[in-house]
């Protein structure tokens, strides 16, 4: 039978109705880029110290002089979680004495922040920190709560791959968009920090999956030269869109309730797209719903004003299909051999060490110096070039070597900063933001190289499976910032580090540039170091065939050579 891409080429690349599934597919996209990043201000750490209670009986001097100094930052600051014994305080307030002067304040006792913390409210005006004081011997949890939302985000990229590829990308990709509003809309009402982290972990499960669910939709629907715009000017710059609203949002609401609100809403309009998004043929077709197939691909013809074919599926092609069993896969088809389980492997690596640098990146942002507001910004405003970019490289060169130079530049420069004197703070949010312009490169490309890799049966089942691994990297990623409470450079070391490590790897994958979307497990390209070294295999075998007067007639001779090749 023949495949979708000749069944539907009469349709064209570009008609009303590619162009309307480009579009809406990728509207669809810009609530993503709120909820992904959103744990920066809704999770935002204001400065803080130790409150005194409203009892205290201390003068202005001793109130002004209760915080002990500490260096954070390469600054003399006041102390964050401790404050002087305000027993002894009093007792010395009550006599009369000045502090510093009649009493040396190295020696007093202190203690913990008893009486809780007062916030500034300079950037932040009310955050989940400020709500439920997640700080100091708490600080572990604002880190957690943005790690446990990937990890809902891991389970929904695994569970939606493999429930998409049995029940449709339609049904799939609306039930993930309605998880993440509604549960998203439940969150404000959160009474305490288990509370939020637990819908925000729900909220998660439905998050990137119906990013994926889309992606592979559009894959599917638009034709080859469409898909690669799609794939990188289309869902990624409508992700980029809502990514670069939520700093402006959050500027102007600075309550993370009402903050949170502002962002679920744009979550609704999303609804009567059920009605105009249509499911993928090319998965009706793997289903033998070629009836459905059909009603949608005459609607396209119709849309953009092509007569279509009297007969799309030929009687006797159906009737042969139908009498063959029908292929089913699941996860262990991803391991099936040694090929595809190498090849399965890698890009489980590629897809996890990538995602760690681009939410570490993401995530620290606030910790940069400057306004928190304008370098989230900036973060999301360099990822336009960022696919702008990747789409050209995915126009004119191998993929592999396009991802492996963007993390090549992405990870070196941010290795570089290690060496940018403190002084120049600038240079250092330069060089930042040039390691992220070069890591979202690369991770807008691994979308359209796994999909070319994989088969149709499990194509979207790989793309879930590997953006399930970049969701252990994106869980992982808040540690990494967090690190910098110890050394600031060394988030940096270990993310640049991993990423030109993994751009290495990239090389020995097999290159999908140029070849058709493979239909089946056996059309599977192999990898690179397998080949190369089961050509000097062959090669080696002719040799010594020559050499034994196996193979001497010039003819077999050159047909053993074009079966190598």
């Known amino acids: 039978m023949r495949d979708y891409e000749e069944l539907s080429a009469f349709l064209g690349e570009w008609g009303p109705f590619q162009r309307l599934v480009f579009f809406l597919l990728s509207a669809s996209i810009v609530p993503n880029g709120f909820n992904g990043i959103s744990t920066v201000f809704l999770a935002g750490v204001p400065e803080h110290h130790c409150a005194l209670p409203p009892g205290a009986n201390l003068s202005s001097a001793w109130a002004n002089a209760s915080l002990p100094r500490e260096l954070r930052g390469g600054r003399d600051v006041p102390s964050r979680c401790r404050r002087y014994r305000l027993a002894e305080l009093a007792n010395f307030s009550a006599r009369g004495l000045r502090p510093g002067t009649d009493v040396d304040l190295a020696r007093l006792p202190q203690e913990r922040c008893l009486d809780g913390w007062e916030y500034s409210r300079d950037i932040y005006h009310r955050t989940i920190v400020t709500q439920w004081n997640l700080v100091c011997d708490d600080?572990?949890?604002?880190?957690?709560?943005?790690?446990?939302?990937?990890?809902?985000?891991?389970?929904?990229?695994?569970?939606?791959?493999?429930?998409?590829?049995?029940?449709?990308?339609?049904?799939?990709?609306?039930?993930?968009?309605?998880?993440?509003?509604?549960?998203?809309?439940?969150?404000?009402?959160?009474?305490?920090?288990?509370?939020?982290?637990?819908?925000?972990?729900?909220?998660?499960?439905?998050?990137?999956?119906?990013?994926?669910?889309?992606?592979?939709?559009?894959?599917?629907?638009?034709?080859?030269?469409?898909?690669?715009?799609?794939?990188?000017?289309?869902?990624?710059?409508?992700?980029?869109?809502?990514?670069?609203?939520?700093?402006?949002?959050?500027?102007?609401?600075?309550?993370?309730?009402?903050?949170?609100?502002?962002?679920?809403?744009?979550?609704?309009?999303?609804?009567?797209?059920?009605?105009?998004?249509?499911?993928?043929?090319?998965?009706?077709?793997?289903?033998?719903?070629?009836?459905?197939?059909?009603?949608?691909?005459?609607?396209?013809?119709?849309?953009?004003?092509?007569?279509?074919?009297?007969?799309?599926?030929?009687?006797?092609?159906?009737?042969?299909?139908?009498?063959?069993?029908?292929?089913?896969?699941?996860?262990?088809?991803?391991?099936?051999?040694?090929?595809?389980?190498?090849?399965?492997?890698?890009?489980?690596?590629?897809?996890?060490?990538?995602?760690?640098?681009?939410?570490?990146?993401?995530?620290?942002?606030?910790?940069?110096?400057?306004?928190?507001?304008?370098?989230?910004?900036?973060?999301?405003?360099?990822?336009?070039?960022?696919?702008?970019?990747?789409?050209?490289?995915?126009?004119?060169?191998?993929?592999?070597?396009?991802?492996?130079?963007?993390?090549?530049?992405?990870?070196?420069?941010?290795?570089?900063?290690?060496?940018?004197?403190?002084?120049?703070?600038?240079?250092?949010?330069?060089?930042?933001?040039?390691?992220?312009?070069?890591?979202?490169?690369?991770?807008?490309?691994?979308?359209?190289?796994?999909?070319?890799?994989?088969?149709?049966?499990?194509?979207?089942?790989?793309?879930?499976?590997?953006?399930?691994?970049?969701?252990?990297?994106?869980?992982?990623a808040p540690y990494f910032v967090y690190l910098g409470a110890y050394d600031r450079f060394l988030p940096y070391i270990l993310m640049g580090s991993l990423t030109v490590l993994i751009g290495i790897v990239t090389l020995f994958l097999p290159e999908s540039y140029g070849n058709p979307l493979p239909e089946n497990l056996d059309q599977m390209l192999k990898v690179k170091c397998f080949k190369t070294r089961q050509q000097n295999s062959n090669m080696r075998n002719l040799k010594e065939a020559q050499e034994n007067h196996e193979i001497d007639h010039p003819v077999m001779i050159k047909a053993v050579h074009v079966h190598v090749s």
């Open 139 to 476: 600080d572990w949890k604002a880190p957690l709560t943005t790690s446990l939302f990937f990890v809902g985000v891991l389970i929904g990229s695994f569970v939606s791959g493999q429930l998409s590829d049995r029940f449709g990308r339609k049904t799939i990709l609306f039930a993930t968009m309605a998880v993440q509003t509604g549960f998203s809309f439940v969150q404000i009402f959160s009474t305490s920090w288990e509370m939020f982290t637990i819908l925000f972990l729900i909220v998660g499960m439905g998050q990137i999956s119906n990013y994926v669910v889309a992606f592979i939709l559009g894959t599917e629907i638009l034709g080859k030269s469409v898909r690669i715009i799609f794939s990188t000017l289309g869902v990624c710059i409508f992700f980029a869109i809502g990514y670069m609203l939520l700093p402006l949002f959050a500027y102007f609401i600075r309550d993370w309730r009402m903050l949170l609100l502002a962002l679920t809403v744009p979550g609704l309009f999303c609804v009567p797209l059920w009605w105009v998004i249509p499911e993928s043929p090319r998965w009706l077709i793997t289903q033998r719903r070629f009836q459905e197939a059909e009603v949608i691909i005459r609607k396209a013809a119709k849309m953009n004003g092509i007569t279509a074919p009297d007969v799309l599926f030929d009687p006797v092609e159906m009737q042969d299909l139908n009498l063959q069993q029908q292929q089913t896969s699941d996860l262990f088809d991803l391991f099936k051999n040694r090929n595809i389980a190498t090849i399965t492997v890698m890009s489980l690596l590629l897809w996890m060490l990538t995602s760690v640098g681009y939410f570490g990146l993401s995530l620290s942002t606030p910790n940069l110096h400057g306004d928190a507001y304008i370098n989230c910004f900036l973060s999301a405003v360099i990822e336009v070039p960022a696919y702008v970019i990747a789409w050209l490289l995915l126009r004119t060169l191998p993929r592999r070597y396009s991802i492996a130079g963007t993390l090549f530049l992405g990870g070196g420069v941010v290795l570089f900063i290690q060496l940018v004197p403190t002084s120049l703070h600038i240079l250092s949010v330069i060089l930042v933001m040039l390691g992220k312009f070069g890591i979202t490169s690369a991770f807008s490309m691994l979308y359209v190289y796994t999909a070319e890799l994989y088969p149709t049966i499990v194509r979207n089942m790989a793309v879930g499976a590997t953006s399930m691994s970049s969701r252990v990297g994106s869980i992982i």
